[in-house]
């Protein structure tokens, strides 16, 4: 058996591995990469077997405090047209995802703080928890909030968070981040602690291919991720926008097949670490190649996010360029998606909340 077999073999029994193992595994390339993926995805079948649940993503709002470099709907990007969906949108789209079979919500937006804000949240969370049925999973995805927040939230129906660390290095993170306490990695470990401590199903994640970044440091994520035993993951490509300023180091960066490359096999890689989280093939995949996430689901992703924002504001949703927007007629597209999914030897899990195993099993 070649070095390489033994340790993804080590790996996929033992579920542990040693960094400098990592990186020759997210170094695969061609047959290699493919004996990888398969792996995974055996191990994929075996932990949490062949289904893939739906995640309604609605971006409520685009407006936020913060300026991370990388990002399209940062502060001081002027060029944005800033926009918030009313409840009533809201509610719609969390009916159509409802009537339509998805398992759970994911509402994401820019961050914001103070009371009327955090009010509104709960006023909708409440809404949405006694009106629509059969229950459906509700993630939030509203950035770092203080624990007292993170609580009501919880408490009005909230069940699940998704907060990326977008990189487990701190000196990449001041590099991708304003110097300020508005942007401090140890925050951001804080209120992943306070997510874990209130009960909330923790999700988090990285970008891939961002500048400065090596393979080692990728290598450490997974790690980080597993230590951190976290039970959902998001994880997807760096993408520049040309409204930021991470925009001048876009030749910095890995070619987009090697970001693709290099996030599917972060996502094989994760699966074989972390049999039974759910991990999500991501939009920014698909940015990459157009079906990219079918590729991540034949690594190892067990989750797929459609955006059923009201369409008229996903164009104005742009953390990074070229952002897919979602088919006109997102009910015309789900058949399509479904085949999709078959065709990886999977199956769309409908009217389930889809739970990680690892979360249920803690
Ligand atoms: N404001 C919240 C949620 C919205 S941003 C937050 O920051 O947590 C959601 C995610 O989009 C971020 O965590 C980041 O990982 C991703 N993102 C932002 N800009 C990106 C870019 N240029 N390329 C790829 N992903 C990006
Ligand atoms: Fe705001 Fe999130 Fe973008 Fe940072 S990544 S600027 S917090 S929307």
């Known amino acids: 058996m070649s070095d390489f077999s033994l340790i993804l073999e080590r790996l996929a029994a033992t579920g542990k591995a040693e960094s400098e193992h990592l990186t020759t595994l997210l170094s695969a390339r061609g047959e290699h990469f493919a004996q990888l993926c398969a792996k995974a995805q055996e191990v994929r079948m075996r932990s949490v077997g062949s289904w893939v649940y739906l995640r309604g993503l609605i971006e409520m709002s685009n407006l936020c405090r913060k300026n991370c470099l990388y990002c399209g709907i940062r502060a001081a990007n002027s060029s944005v047209t800033r926009y918030v969906l009313d409840a009533e949108s809201i509610l719609s789209a969390v009916t159509f995802a409802a009537d339509n079979g998805f398992g759970s919500i994911a509402l994401q937006a820019g961050e914001r703080v103070g009371e009327v804000y955090t009010r509104r949240v709960t006023d909708l969370l409440q809404r949405i928890s006694s009106s629509i049925k059969?229950?459906?999973?509700?993630?939030l995805s509203l950035g770092e909030q203080p624990e007292s927040v993170l609580r009501e939230?919880?408490?009005?129906?909230?069940?699940?968070?998704?907060?990326?660390?977008?990189?487990?290095?701190?000196?990449?993170?001041?590099?991708?981040?304003?110097?300020?306490?508005?942007?401090?990695?140890?925050?951001?470990?804080?209120?992943?602690?306070?997510?874990?401590?209130?009960?909330?199903?923790?999700?988090?994640?990285?970008?891939?291919?961002?500048?400065?970044?090596?393979?080692?440091?990728?290598?450490?994520?997974?790690?980080?991720?597993?230590?951190?035993?976290?039970?959902?993951?998001?994880?997807?490509?760096?993408?520049?926008?040309?409204?930021?300023?991470?925009?001048?180091?876009?030749?910095?960066?890995?070619?987009?097949?090697?970001?693709?490359?290099?996030?599917?096999a972060m996502v094989a890689c994760l699966r074989l670490l972390m049999p039974t989280i759910n991990i999500a093939?991501?939009?920014?995949?698909?940015?990459?190649?157009?079906?990219?996430?079918?590729?991540?689901?034949r690594a190892g992703a067990n989750v797929i996010m459609p955006n059923i924002t009201p369409e008229c504001r996903q164009n104005d949703y742009a953390l990074y360029s070229h952002k897919p927007l979602a088919q006109e007629n997102l009910l015309d597209a789900l058949p399509h998606l479904q085949r999709q999914i078959s065709l990886c030897g999977c199956e769309v899990q409908l009217h389930t909340p889809g739970d990680p195993l690892h979360f249920l099993n803690r």
């Open 134 to 139: 059969p229950q459906l999973g509700i993630t």
């Open 281 to 297: 093939a991501t939009t920014a995949l698909q940015v990459m190649q157009s079906d990219g996430r079918e590729l991540a689901i």
């Open 153 to 264: 939230w919880k408490n009005s129906g909230a069940t699940r968070y998704l907060l990326r660390i977008e990189t487990s290095d701190p000196k990449l993170y001041r590099m991708l981040h304003p110097d300020n306490d508005l942007h401090s990695f140890s925050s951001r470990l804080d209120t992943l602690s306070n997510l874990r401590n209130l009960g909330y199903i923790v999700g988090t994640g990285v970008m891939i291919g961002l500048p400065g970044q090596s393979i080692e440091m990728l290598a450490q994520d997974l790690l980080w991720l597993q230590r951190q035993e976290v039970d959902m993951v998001g994880m997807g490509p760096y993408i520049p926008h040309m409204d930021t300023p991470l925009w001048h180091k876009r030749h910095e960066i890995p070619r987009a097949e090697e970001r693709l490359r290099l996030s599917i």
